[in-house]
């Protein structure tokens, strides 16, 4: 199951108990790193809600249930977005006006924010709209601290774990003092999922590198599909505790690595 997400309980039925509930991000993740302000970046990213028909979860702070629902328009020039409850069978309690934090998992990572709006006037027997204002800033966990390097062809940049009983071999596609990205076909990566921790997971960065033994967390999932490989799954994944010696190598393999891209780069002209 995704991260912060989970079933209501069947105890407590209501007219959206069908659909599940996605739970704010946990107070004890550091969320700065990840937090946005760039107002076309926040306008882009719930435009992509909406062009996607990703739910997202609506919690008032009067502390009234949780509302799923999905944002069917984004209004950059007038400041403002529009939500749609889900609505299964009777129709969903407006509630009190005030902030909502709203949370989605777009391709199974979180996004957050906070903000406020009015009720729009609807038909009877139509779904809630919520006309909010466009936050000044969200959080999203996607969001990288680190620079990334591509790995180059022809090398050894491999991950090798095992999980649930079976040995798992995926390519490293990218490398940063942070974390890796995996690539594997969609059969290989079916059951990685974001949250879930990899242990002592041996890692190949290339000729002459000394394999590290490290444990890594999947923070995205997403699928793409290569003309000759066909359907393929890409898992960014952070480090959990590096040793400062497994730190050490890390950056000395970085640097190789960024000296080696340099020097393959073609010439500049003028």
């Known amino acids: 199951m995704l991260p912060f997400l989970k079933k209501n309980p069947p105890a407590q039925p209501s007219a959206a108990s069908?659909?599940?509930?996605?739970?704010?991000?946990?107070?004890?993740?550091?969320?700065?790193?990840?937090?946005?302000t760039d107002p076309h970046y926040i306008a882009m990213a719930l435009q992509a809600l909406?062009?996607?028909?990703?739910?997202?979860?609506?919690?008032?702070?009067?502390?009234?249930?949780?509302?799923?629902?999905?944002?069917?328009?984004?209004?950059?020039?007038?400041?403002q977005f529009v939500v749609e409850i889900e609505v299964k069978g009777a129709r969903a309690p407006q509630p009190q006006p005030g902030s909502v934090l709203l949370v989605a998992m777009p391709l199974g990572i979180a996004l957050q924010l906070?903000?406020?709006?009015?009720?729009?006037?609807t038909l009877p027997g139509a779904p809630l709209q919520l006309v909010a204002a466009l936050p000044d800033h969200i959080i999203h966990l996607q969001r990288r601290r680190f620079p990334r390097l591509e790995t180059p062809l022809g090398q050894p940049f491999r991950a090798e774990f095992m999980l649930y009983g079976?040995?798992?071999?995926?390519?490293?596609?990218?490398?940063?003092?942070?974390?890796?990205?995996?690539r594997a076909s969609a059969h290989e990566g079916r059951l990685l999922m974001p949250s879930q921790q990899l242990r002592r997971v041996r890692v190949e960065?290339?000729?002459?590198?000394?394999?590290?033994?490290?444990?890594?967390?999947?923070?995205?999932?997403?699928?793409?599909?290569?003309?000759?490989?066909?359907?393929?799954?890409?898992?960014?994944?952070?480090?959990?505790?590096?040793?400062?010696?497994?730190?050490?190598?890390l950056q000395l393999r970085l640097?190789?690595?960024d000296a080696e891209r340099t020097r393959a780069a073609p010439p500049r002209l003028g």
């Open 18 to 36: 069908a659909l599940p509930v996605i739970e704010p991000i946990g107070a004890d993740v550091d969320t700065r790193p990840f937090r946005v």
């Open 50 to 79: 909406a062009d996607d028909g990703d739910l997202v979860c609506l919690h008032p702070s009067a502390g009234e249930p949780s509302l799923p629902g999905r944002i069917t328009e984004v209004r950059p020039q007038a400041g």
């Open 114 to 121: 906070r903000t406020s709006g009015h009720w729009a006037d």
């Open 166 to 182: 079976e040995t798992f071999s995926m390519g490293v596609d990218d490398v940063s003092i942070g974390g890796l990205g995996l």
């Open 205 to 249: 960065l290339g000729h002459g590198a000394t394999p590290l033994v490290v444990d890594l967390e999947v923070r995205s999932r997403r699928a793409f599909r290569s003309f000759l490989a066909g359907e393929q799954l890409h898992f960014g994944c952070r480090f959990l505790d590096l040793t400062p010696a497994d730190h050490g190598e």
């Open 255 to 257: 640097d190789r690595l």
